[in-house]
């Protein structure tokens, strides 16, 4: 299992970056998870849009979705130019009725996963947990049956973390603050409750993402290191992680 990250700014892309976004890839299936402001752009480094089979989205804010629709007239244009009529499904929950109904397209599919069973995307196995947000919010636990990735998307912290990410492979969190700062309101962490949590779950490497634009990013991973002894990783964008 390998991901790859396209996207990794909280809130806005930082100059030249994106927002949320996560390709995993297995046997020539490619996942992406969230589909944030400039991860098309970004993607195709990486991934030619028309290889993609899946997208799974963990809400609907804009640093999460906002290449939602020029993911959709990429898939148009594709079928313009190469006559492809391949649908592409995108996951999303139905907490909120306007953003899921956008999810469908000429090419493109909404297709509704039920947070309390697991959903099953060609070699991925996918469990949720609800994550405090302003808004309906999932996390996810991802597995290929050999490795566990956990994203925590955006959420503040709660204990039922360190039981969802259990030994995780590599866990993703939400770090979109410093130690000592508190993103409770916001719906979001800091870097001590992430590798709180890291540690809690005996996770074997912790990766800082959804990060702040103010600040130097090092010190995020000094502060992680004073609570979890693990690996810890800033995400930047490219980086991979083959488990």
Not at 13 to 18: E, Y
Not at 47 to 55: F, P
Not at 70 to 82: D, N
Not at 168 to 184: E, F, K, M, P, V
């Amino acid at each position: 299992m390998k991901l790859t990250i396209i996207g990794c700014w909280g809130g806005y892309p930082a100059r030249d970056g994106a927002t949320s976004a996560y390709l995993i890839e297995k046997n020539n299936f490619s996942l992406l998870i969230d589909v944030g402001s400039g991860s098309l752009s970004k993607l195709q480094k990486y991934k030619a849009i028309s290889d993609l089979d899946a997208v799974v989205l963990s809400h609907y804010h804009h640093d999460h979705v906002a290449d939602i629709g020029v993911l959709q007239y990429a898939k148009l244009i594709e079928f313009y130019v190469k006559g492809s009529e391949k649908i592409l499904p995108i996951y999303g929950h139905a907490k909120d009725n306007k953003g899921f109904e956008s999810l469908t397209h000429q090419f493109t599919k909404g297709i509704t996963y039920q947070p309390e069973e697991e959903l099953k995307i060609g070699p991925f196995t996918i469990q949720f947990l609800e994550t405090v947000h302003p808004v309906p919010c999932y996390g996810m636990r991802i597995t290929d049956g050999e490795r566990v990735i956990v994203y925590t998307a955006d959420t503040s912290y709660k204990e039922e973390w360190n039981d969802f990410a259990q030994n995780a492979d590599l866990l993703i969190t939400d770090c979109n603050y410093y130690a000592g700062q508190n993103g409770s309101k916001a719906g979001h962490m800091n870097s001590e409750e992430g590798a709180k949590i890291a540690a809690d779950a005996s996770v074997k490497t912790l990766m800082l993402s959804h990060l702040p634009q103010f600040g130097d990013l090092n010190q995020l991973a000094q502060e992680a290191k004073q609570h979890f002894n693990g690996i810890v990783k800033i995400a930047e964008e490219g980086m991979e992680w083959q488990g």
